[in-house]
């Protein structure tokens, strides 16, 4: 879990210019806290976007909240339990304040709707992915001592007109959200249940953005959606062109448009489907220098059975010849990786294919769990979730150790190389060192001299860890 606070990070200039355009709500405080993945981080931006327009101004600290918003997950059971813990942490503190609003927004809000409400009785207020336009509304109705729901789905709700609050720290780089929603149906996943339809934001609004960002000092954006390869825009799912006078874009197309906005801007991505990963998407990141070469490839299984049973859209042979593709178009590409371990039915042969695959593969970074069933999903109906979490949990163990050992021979291959480091912050460690991440998203610490945060800086990597790259700045 990672969780954030809002504080600091909006300007007192700009707080204090909302308080004086807005009546109502101001001095209302709000506490925001966010779980899961990028796309939730990136959504709380929108939401404080959306409140500090409405006269809120935000704090660190949950005690001094009048409105506490916790942005929620739904991929894994143990990420509803923490967040269950947490909101009666919270509701402990309602008690010593009745007046302080408790919500919930995300995956856990739309899955669970009014259950959280009326029968656990944690929140006063719900509200679900694409309904946080109307969450000042949402607010007023619970001040005036109602419950607050808003689960209501959407087929275009992408809030592309919203400058997000940046939320994260150093002001270097930034998400962007460039659709929503996912379409895919894998059977393991509750997403499609919980953010509904895949929809994509207009190109020129994610320009937009971009260039702002730039013009702010950022220096990296990545672009987000949960399968960024099916991004279109100006074309339905039937290929047929919506607007005959404006041109059509698809993600690779996206990708060269955000690579334009500056050679000093560079452009990440996540989530590639390896059923919809194209040679034209890999050739545009070989034709731009900021666009970095890192591709997250999840392939959940290396068996062709699980990979059917799980919906994938995909067998191994097709995985691994988009694997041949990045190798062949971007030799210098790092490839990282989702699995999942233990899912309906897998035996250990099954299993042992996913370890080959990882073999073959060498990945330099996975990012692995062991099945989690959700209610709802294709999984859930059809299949028995029959792998005891013991050998669950040892598939997984032995993943983690293979994935271990492969980091850190990959890592020992880079010392000796000069790598192109953009400059994050400085290390927990100590002041005196940066750290950053080079292109392939490795991060790297080295003395930061006279150099700053948002600097681009060479480094020469002379020593390694399994996480890290230890050098020195060349001139
Ligand atoms: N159980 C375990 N892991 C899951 N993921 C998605 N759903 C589940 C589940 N039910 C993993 C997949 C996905 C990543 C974001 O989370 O690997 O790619
Ligand atoms: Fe879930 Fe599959 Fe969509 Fe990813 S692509 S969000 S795993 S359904």
Same mark, same amino acid.
């Given at each position: 879990m990672i969780s954030i606070t809002t504080e600091? $990070? $909006? !300007?007192e200039k700009r707080q204090g210019e909302a308080i004086k355009m807005k009546g109502g709500s101001e001095h209302k405080k709000l506490y925001m806290e966010s779980y899961g993945c990028q796309m939730n981080f990136s959504d709380s931006e929108i939401v404080a976007s959306i409140l500090i327009a409405e006269g809120f101004s935000t704090t660190q600290d949950p005690k001094n909240a009048d409105v506490i918003l916790m942005n929620t997950c739904s991929i894994r059971d143990n990420a509803e339990q923490r967040v269950r813990n947490k909101l009666s942490q919270y509701q402990k503190q309602k008690r010593e304040n009745p007046k302080l609003i408790i919500g919930i927004l995300g995956c856990m809000a739309e899955r669970l709707k009014k259950n959280l409400l009326e029968e656990e009785k944690l929140v006063d207020l719900v509200a679900g992915p694409d309904s946080y336009r109307d969450l000042p509304i949402l607010i007023k109705e619970v001040e005036s001592g109602q419950k607050a729901v808003n689960v209501l789905l959407s087929r275009e709700e992408t809030y592309a007109d919203i400058s997000p609050v940046r939320l994260g720290k150093g002001g270097v780089t930034a998400f962007i959200s460039i659709m929503r929603g /996912?379409? #895919?149906? /894998?059977? %393991?996943?509750v997403v499609p249940f919980t953010r509904g339809r895949e929809r994509s934001r207009d190109p020129y609004t994610i320009v937009k953005e971009a260039q702002d960002l730039f013009n702010q000092g950022y220096r990296e954006v990545t672009l987000l959606g949960? #399968? &960024?390869?099916?991004y279109r825009w100006n074309i339905n799912k039937k290929n047929e &062109? $919506?607007? =005959?006078s404006k041109p059509v874009v698809n993600f690779a197309n996206l990708l060269e448009m955000v690579a334009l906005v500056n050679p000093d801007l560079r452009v990440r991505y996540s989530t590639s489907h390896p059923k919809d990963m194209t040679d034209e998407v890999l050739e545009t990141m070989a034709k731009y220098e900021n666009i970095c070469k890192y591709i997250h490839l999840p392939i959940q299984s290396g068996n062709n059975d699980v990979l059917k049973r799980m919906n994938r859209g995909y067998t191994k042979e097709w995985y691994m010849n988009r694997i041949e593709a990045v190798k062949r178009i971007l030799p210098d590409c790092a490839i990282s990786t989702d699995i999942i371990t233990g %899912? /309906?039915? =897998?035996t250990d042969e099954e299993f042992q294919d996913t370890v080959k695959v990882m073999k073959e593969v060498k990945y330099n970074l996975s990012y692995m769990f062991y099945y989690s069933e959700r209610p709802k999903t294709l999984a859930e109906r059809r %299949?028995? !979730? !029959?792998?005891p979490l013991e050998v669950k949990k040892k598939r997984l163990q032995e993943i983690i150790n293979l994935q271990l050992e492969m980091s850190k021979e990959y890592h020992q291959t880079c010392i000796g190389k000069t790598y192109k480091v953009l400059i994050e912050g400085t290390s927990k460690k100590s002041v005196s060192d940066a750290y950053g991440r080079n292109s392939q998203y490795v991060t790297v610490i080295f003395p930061i001299e006279n150099y700053k945060i948002g600097d681009y800086v060479n480094v020469k990597i002379d020593s390694a860890t399994s996480t890290t790259l230890i050098g020195k700045a060349v001139k």
């Amino acid at each position: 879990m990672i969780s954030i606070t809002t504080e600091k $990070i $909006i !300007d007192e200039k700009r707080q204090g210019e909302a308080i004086k355009m807005k009546g109502g709500s101001e001095h209302k405080k709000l506490y925001m806290e966010s779980y899961g993945c990028q796309m939730n981080f990136s959504d709380s931006e929108i939401v404080a976007s959306i409140l500090i327009a409405e006269g809120f101004s935000t704090t660190q600290d949950p005690k001094n909240a009048d409105v506490i918003l916790m942005n929620t997950c739904s991929i894994r059971d143990n990420a509803e339990q923490r967040v269950r813990n947490k909101l009666s942490q919270y509701q402990k503190q309602k008690r010593e304040n009745p007046k302080l609003i408790i919500g919930i927004l995300g995956c856990m809000a739309e899955r669970l709707k009014k259950n959280l409400l009326e029968e656990e009785k944690l929140v006063d207020l719900v509200a679900g992915p694409d309904s946080y336009r109307d969450l000042p509304i949402l607010i007023k109705e619970v001040e005036s001592g109602q419950k607050a729901v808003n689960v209501l789905l959407s087929r275009e709700e992408t809030y592309a007109d919203i400058s997000p609050v940046r939320l994260g720290k150093g002001g270097v780089t930034a998400f962007i959200s460039i659709m929503r929603g /996912c379409d #895919n149906m /894998c059977s %393991f996943c509750v997403v499609p249940f919980t953010r509904g339809r895949e929809r994509s934001r207009d190109p020129y609004t994610i320009v937009k953005e971009a260039q702002d960002l730039f013009n702010q000092g950022y220096r990296e954006v990545t672009l987000l959606g949960q #399968n &960024v390869d099916s991004y279109r825009w100006n074309i339905n799912k039937k290929n047929e &062109v $919506i607007d =005959e006078s404006k041109p059509v874009v698809n993600f690779a197309n996206l990708l060269e448009m955000v690579a334009l906005v500056n050679p000093d801007l560079r452009v990440r991505y996540s989530t590639s489907h390896p059923k919809d990963m194209t040679d034209e998407v890999l050739e545009t990141m070989a034709k731009y220098e900021n666009i970095c070469k890192y591709i997250h490839l999840p392939i959940q299984s290396g068996n062709n059975d699980v990979l059917k049973r799980m919906n994938r859209g995909y067998t191994k042979e097709w995985y691994m010849n988009r694997i041949e593709a990045v190798k062949r178009i971007l030799p210098d590409c790092a490839i990282s990786t989702d699995i999942i371990t233990g %899912f /309906c039915g =897998e035996t250990d042969e099954e299993f042992q294919d996913t370890v080959k695959v990882m073999k073959e593969v060498k990945y330099n970074l996975s990012y692995m769990f062991y099945y989690s069933e959700r209610p709802k999903t294709l999984a859930e109906r059809r %299949f028995d !979730d !029959d792998v005891p979490l013991e050998v669950k949990k040892k598939r997984l163990q032995e993943i983690i150790n293979l994935q271990l050992e492969m980091s850190k021979e990959y890592h020992q291959t880079c010392i000796g190389k000069t790598y192109k480091v953009l400059i994050e912050g400085t290390s927990k460690k100590s002041v005196s060192d940066a750290y950053g991440r080079n292109s392939q998203y490795v991060t790297v610490i080295f003395p930061i001299e006279n150099y700053k945060i948002g600097d681009y800086v060479n480094v020469k990597i002379d020593s390694a860890t399994s996480t890290t790259l230890i050098g020195k700045a060349v001139k």
